[in-house]
């Protein structure tokens, strides 16, 4: 049977906290990596995926999965998917949960993905700039921790994948000195 396949750009971003659900639910798939080469022009090359892109369905994007013939564009819908299939109780025992890990995920993505990762890919390297327009948008992730194991409580959630990541790159925007502001967030991860 075909494995499935995971595509996404040779990078961390949005891939690394699936390949670590995936590895975490033992799921045997293909890892797709695109690349971007520098021309000598002084361009980019980025042909490795845009020559794929028009087979990718109505809403072309990476990260993506496909599993058959059945393919998935959007970090949260790929996430819960692999969740859903492959670790079930990654998905909530009750709809409360679930519902909630949902909601928190709708909280952390555009902070992590449209203030941090896409400024940065835009070129912004100030990161003093980017704390100072993020730090008000982390305080309450961070206060949501206090007293709980998870991001939903007691219940490790397909989220907690993606909070993890996304510590990293706030860790990395804060050049190393995040926890010493939010210290809930190493208990969190030393957790994990
Ligand atoms: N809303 C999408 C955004 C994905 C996205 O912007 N992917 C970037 C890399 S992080 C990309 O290069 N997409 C390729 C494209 O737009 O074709 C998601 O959350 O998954």
């Given amino acids: 049977m075909e494995k499935p396949t995971l595509g996404y750009w040779k990078i961390r971003a949005l891939g690394a906290h ?3 659900l995936l590895e975490y639910a033992g799921v045997d798939y293909e890892n797709r990596e695109y690349e971007i080469y520098k021309k000598a022009d002084g361009g980019y090359d980025m042909t490795d995926y845009n020559d794929e892109r028009p087979t990718l369905g109505p809403f072309p994007n990476i990260p993506y999965f496909k599993d058959g013939d059945y393919l998935l564009t959007e970090t949260g819908a790929v996430t819960r998917y692999i969740a859903a ?15 909630m890990a ?3 995920y709708s909280i952390w993505h555009p902070i992590r993905f449209s ?3 896409l400024s940065m890919a ?5 990161k003093e700039m980017l ?3 993020v730090r008000e948008n982390i305080k309450p992730l961070h206060n949501w921790l206090a007293g709980k194991k998870w991001l939903c409580g007691e219940e490790l959630t397909w989220v907690d994948f993606y909070a993890y990541e996304a510590i990293n790159i706030f860790q990395f925007v804060w ?12 208990i969190y991860q030393n957790e994990f």
């Fill in 175 to 186: 050049e190393g000195r995040l926890f010493e502001e939010f210290p809930l967030f190493i």
């Fill in 115 to 117: 203030k941090l990762t």
């Fill in 85 to 99: 299939k492959w670790a079930p109780h990654l998905c909530g025992s009750t709809p409360e949960v679930s519902a």
């Fill in 131 to 133: 704390r100072n327009d």
């Fill in 18 to 20: 699936l390949k670590m």
């Fill in 122 to 126: 835009m070129g912004c390297a100030d």
């Fill in 102 to 104: 949902d909601m928190l």
